[in-house]
């Protein structure tokens, strides 16, 4: 277990009842860290199913039920995601967290605002039929996937780069925590961990826990850090990742993909 206490830890794109997904690895992550907040960042579901949920995406739920204890001191929310619509009632009453379509706090002196990042996804929200079967055809294909779901996971990476979600979303996010005055802004949806700062607004994205390396964020003193969580049979660690501005650009001001580097 990590020794240093976070302000804030920050996970998201989950995706419980999908095959991809890394709830035992993501459980593993959250025992071995200390935090006072833990923010869940949407997507923590991958539909409305409840009868694709495992027994380790249950073990998830009920352990974030026991972080939520008054008792323990931490702070959980869950912020909605494009695929938790639908959910708030449910979950506040399940896990017993409650739920926010975006979140602001404090820290530091810097205000801080997470929000999920669907809302700067124009073709998810003008197409909202089409992303939901898109969501059904990939969730059935992860049935007849191999083993590792090396293909899944393709697919995944390929569907975020051909709509360019990175960039879209950061330059979304930026405007609204402009419009919000906010310092930094968190986001997921994008499935691709991600730095950049644009007019003062440093923007932050936490990935995802479907693809390999999963990735989550952590906010103290020190600022604000990506890291990779690795599991022992590759040396397991969380690396820790110093997110760096790319040299190039496209139109928007933003990279397509943010390069990252390990220092751990």
């Given at each position: 277990?990590?020794?240093?206490?976070?302000d804030?830890?920050i996970?998201s794109?989950?995706?419980l009842?999908?095959?991809?997904s890394?709830a035992?690895q993501?459980?593993?992550m959250l025992?071995?860290?200390?935090f006072?907040r833990?923010?869940?960042?949407?997507?923590?579901f991958?539909?409305?199913?409840?009868?694709?949920l495992?027994?380790?995406?249950?073990?998830?739920?009920?352990?974030?039920?026991?972080l939520?204890?008054?008792r323990r001191?931490?702070?959980v929310?869950w912020?909605?995601?494009?695929?938790?619509?639908g959910?708030?009632?449910v979950?506040?009453?399940?896990?017993?967290v409650?739920?926010y379509?975006?979140y602001?706090w404090?820290?530091?002196?810097?205000r801080?605002l997470a929000?999920h990042?669907h809302?700067?996804?124009?073709f998810?929200i003008?197409n909202?039929?089409l992303s939901?079967?898109g969501?059904?055809?990939?969730?059935?294909?992860?049935?007849?996937?191999?083993?590792?779901?090396t293909?899944s996971?393709?697919?995944?990476r390929l569907?975020?780069?051909?709509?360019?979600?990175?960039?879209?979303?950061a330059?979304?996010?930026?405007l609204?925590?402009?419009?919000?005055?906010a310092d930094?802004?968190?986001c997921?949806h994008?499935?691709?961990?991600q730095?950049?700062?644009r007019?003062g607004?440093?923007y932050y994205?936490?990935?995802s826990w479907?693809?390999?390396?999963?990735?989550y964020?952590?906010i103290?003193s020190?600022g604000?850090r990506?890291?990779?969580y690795?599991?022992q049979?590759?040396?397991?660690?969380s690396a820790?990742?110093v997110s760096k501005?790319a040299?190039?650009a496209?139109?928007s001001?933003?990279l397509e993909?943010?390069?990252?580097e390990n220092?751990?």
């Amino acid at each position: 277990m990590s020794s240093a206490v976070h302000d804030t830890l920050i996970l998201s794109d989950l995706h419980l009842g999908s095959e991809i997904s890394r709830a035992e690895q993501a459980m593993r992550m959250l025992r071995e860290n200390r935090f006072r907040r833990l923010i869940l960042l949407g997507d923590i579901f991958s539909d409305l199913n409840f009868g694709r949920l495992t027994k380790p995406h249950w073990k998830f739920l009920g352990y974030i039920r026991k972080l939520s204890n008054p008792r323990r001191g931490i702070e959980v929310v869950w912020v909605e995601g494009n695929h938790d619509r639908g959910l708030s009632n449910v979950m506040s009453h399940l896990v017993g967290v409650k739920v926010y379509e975006e979140y602001e706090w404090q820290f530091e002196g810097r205000r801080h605002l997470a929000i999920h990042g669907h809302q700067f996804d124009r073709f998810a929200i003008n197409n909202l039929l089409l992303s939901n079967l898109g969501t059904l055809v990939h969730l059935q294909l992860q049935k007849l996937d191999f083993k590792g779901k090396t293909f899944s996971r393709f697919l995944d990476r390929l569907n975020a780069r051909w709509l360019r979600l990175s960039a879209k979303v950061a330059s979304g996010a930026i405007l609204h925590a402009r419009m919000r005055q906010a310092d930094r802004v968190f986001c997921g949806h994008t499935h691709q961990a991600q730095f950049c700062e644009r007019d003062g607004i440093a923007y932050y994205n936490s990935g995802s826990w479907t693809d390999f390396p999963p990735t989550y964020l952590t906010i103290d003193s020190e600022g604000v850090r990506i890291h990779e969580y690795r599991e022992q049979t590759e040396v397991r660690e969380s690396a820790e990742i110093v997110s760096k501005p790319a040299e190039l650009a496209d139109e928007s001001g933003f990279l397509e993909e943010t390069e990252y580097e390990n220092v751990g």
